[in-house]
């Protein structure tokens, strides 16, 4: 999800945090949290029997290329959800890892970003200067990339998840292979709600980042807020990363665990789609998917 800068190294793609992402990073919480808080759609907004428990669902974007914690991530005691990159070194062997663990598999879909250059984004990326059917060949052959994926969400993506026709298609191909799709909300004027529940799919959509900022400090306590979202709303997505933070984030998750399931249940985002929006998958195309 992250807009960052990518660079080569060993014949494989890197990323590296820029100071003018954190600010617009910041500014996607911002956004997140306001709509969350208004009238939109979201997982906590939508009727939820009292005697479900509080579930937190935690999406880790960036996998897919051998980031920094993601052995870590991949050996939690508790259900997560990764969101693999595709077309990279280790986007196969993370994502049947996740799977063999339990975990939901998701496509971690490159998108054209407002500000930065396309080329950021690494290969199989939806930019606005494709055609209808560019777009739908690219997020077939993503989805074809990700073993096992369920769902998707995008990475970057703050231009064209404000665009109807490219999100349309996108949503389109999701709903025809069987996979719902998750807003990482990088964008507050994101399209992707609307359009999701136009075509009768689950209006998901990300509630907090953990680590827009990299520290400790800062990942504990916007995993506490998430947790008091969970048990205010009943349920919480919260996105987190592999990669620059890695390290920080899953420390912080998995020394959270034991007291934050007095208070949550980890659940996968699979577990929300299905519980909170009633939604099962119903494949019009055959996939190659496992």
């Given at each position: 999800m992250k807009?960052?800068?990518?660079?080569r190294?060993?014949?494989g793609?890197?990323?590296?945090a820029?100071?003018?992402f954190?600010?617009a990073?910041l500014?996607c919480?911002?956004?997140?949290?306001?709509?969350?808080?208004?009238?939109?759609?979201?997982a906590?907004?939508?009727?939820?029997?009292?005697?479900?428990?509080?579930r937190m669902?935690?999406?880790?974007?960036?996998?897919?290329?051998?980031?920094?914690?993601?052995?870590e991530i991949?050996?939690?005691p508790v259900?997560?959800t990764?969101?693999?990159?595709?077309?990279?070194?280790t986007t196969?062997?993370?994502?049947?890892?996740?799977?063999?663990?339990g975990?939901?598999?998701?496509?971690?879909?490159?998108?054209e970003?407002?500000?930065?250059?396309?080329e950021?984004l690494?290969?199989?990326a939806i930019t606005?200067?494709?055609?209808?059917e560019?777009?739908r060949?690219?997020v077939?052959?993503a989805?074809d990339?990700?073993p096992?994926?369920?769902?998707m969400?995008?990475?970057?993506?703050?231009k064209?998840?404000s665009?109807k026709?490219?999100?349309?298609?996108v949503?389109?191909?999701?709903r025809?292979r069987?996979?719902?799709?998750?807003?990482?909300?990088t964008?507050?004027r994101?399209v992707?709600?609307?359009?999701?529940?136009a075509?009768?799919?689950?209006?998901?959509g990300?509630d907090?980042?953990?680590?827009d900022q990299?520290?400790?400090a800062?990942?504990?306590k916007?995993?506490?807020?998430?947790a008091q979202?969970a048990?205010?709303?009943?349920?919480?997505v919260?996105?987190?990363?592999v990669?620059?933070?890695?390290?920080n984030t899953?420390?912080v998750i998995r020394?959270?665990i034991?007291?934050?399931?007095?208070?949550?249940?980890?659940?996968?985002?699979?577990?929300?789609?299905?519980?909170?929006?009633h939604w099962?998958?119903?494949p019009t195309?055959?996939?190659d998917?496992k």
């Amino acid at each position: 999800m992250k807009e960052k800068d990518i660079k080569r190294k060993n014949g494989g793609y890197r990323y590296s945090a820029t100071w003018g992402f954190r600010w617009a990073i910041l500014l996607c919480v911002a956004g997140v949290i306001s709509m969350t808080s208004g009238s939109g759609v979201s997982a906590s907004q939508d009727g939820i029997s009292s005697a479900q428990p509080n579930r937190m669902a935690i999406i880790i974007d960036d996998m897919g290329n051998d980031m920094k914690g993601t052995a870590e991530i991949l050996n939690m005691p508790v259900k997560l959800t990764v969101a693999v990159m595709p077309f990279l070194q280790t986007t196969k062997k993370d994502a049947a890892a996740a799977h063999e663990k339990g975990m939901d598999v998701i496509v971690h879909m490159p998108m054209e970003p407002k500000k930065g250059r396309p080329e950021w984004l690494g290969p199989g990326a939806i930019t606005s200067n494709l055609t209808d059917e560019q777009v739908r060949e690219r997020v077939e052959k993503a989805i074809d990339d990700v073993p096992y994926a369920i769902g998707m969400n995008n990475h970057m993506g703050s231009k064209i998840t404000s665009d109807k026709r490219i999100m349309s298609i996108v949503l389109d191909v999701c709903r025809e292979r069987g996979l719902f799709f998750v807003d990482s909300r990088t964008n507050f004027r994101s399209v992707v709600g609307e359009l999701a529940a136009a075509k009768n799919m689950p209006p998901v959509g990300n509630d907090i980042f953990l680590d827009d900022q990299n520290s400790k400090a800062h990942i504990r306590k916007q995993l506490h807020l998430a947790a008091q979202h969970a048990v205010d709303k009943k349920s919480c997505v919260v996105i987190g990363h592999v990669g620059h933070t890695g390290m920080n984030t899953s420390a912080v998750i998995r020394e959270s665990i034991s007291g934050l399931q007095n208070q949550v249940k980890f659940v996968g985002i699979s577990d929300l789609v299905r519980d909170v929006w009633h939604w099962q998958a119903a494949p019009t195309l055959p996939t190659d998917n496992k």
